[in-house]
């Protein structure tokens, strides 16, 4: 492998990682249907607002979310709304793994 692939599997393993905590990725989902402020996002999770803004900073740095400030609140929009296309193949997944189980049992 080389250094430049190197990177690139990183970087993807990177923008997996955001999206791997139950939390960011329902953010993440929330965002999909259009921008937010923090406090929106904070009427749906039980966490103050500090825990929902370092959720939102580790969706930033992966490149998953942009941020706007207006006034006092923060919006974040999706920065590539096509990053969440690769929820249907992962559903597919799970359904697979469903049917496998119950064919055993």
């Not at 430049?4 to 960011?24: D, F, M, S």
């Not at 959720?55 to 992966?62: R, T, Y």
């Not at 923060?74 to 359904?95: D, F, G, H, Q, T």
Request: glycine content about 4%.
């Amino acid at each position: 492998m080389t250094g430049k692939q190197k990177a690139i599997i990183e970087a993807k393993a990177n923008v997996l990682k955001a999206l791997g905590h139950p939390t960011r990725l329902w953010m993440a989902e929330q965002l999909e249907n259009g921008e937010k402020c923090v406090c929106e996002l904070a009427e749906f999770i039980d966490a103050d607002f500090s825990t929902i803004s370092k959720h939102l900073s580790v969706l930033k740095q992966a490149g998953v979310v942009m941020d706007e400030k207006r006034g006092k609140q923060v919006y974040y929009k999706l920065k590539v709304p096509c990053i969440l296309k690769y929820m249907s193949c992962v559903e597919a997944v799970i359904r697979a793994q469903a049917e496998e189980r119950a064919v055993i049992l």
